[in-house]
């Protein structure tokens, strides 16, 4: 992952079930994300605590921006549905530089 490169964290745990949930994640969900366009890399991690951890890496801010209405995207997020009510914890963060606007400065 590059420094400047826009990255979406994903953090998950669920009540009950969590060796069927993380055989999901890791075995479909993840698989799904990457094919998302302009997904560059998908990896994964889990806390002690059991909290499925997600990083989607993007190959610029253009291409994730434009990610978030494609076709593979709405399926990525629709498969969330059948687990939505044994979430304990679910938070998503998106991390992406700010450029700063473009001043010009004129003088009369």
């Not at 400047?4 to 969590?18: M, S, T």
């Not at 994730?64 to 914890?89: I, K, V």
């Amino acid at each position: 992952m590059k420094g400047e490169q826009p990255f979406i964290l994903l953090r998950a745990r669920v009540r009950e079930d969590q060796e069927t949930f993380s055989s999901w994640f890791r075995s479909q969900h993840l698989r799904e994300v990457a094919k998302i366009p302009g997904m560059a890399s998908v990896h994964w991690g889990e806390t002690r605590e059991g909290t499925m951890l997600g990083i989607y890496c993007f190959e610029d801010a253009r291409g994730m921006q434009g990610s978030f209405g494609s076709s593979e995207a709405t399926h990525a997020r629709g498969m969330w549905a059948s687990w939505s009510n044994q979430l304990d914890e679910f938070s998503v963060e998106m991390h992406f530089a700010l450029t700063p606007p473009t001043i010009t400065l004129s003088a009369n």
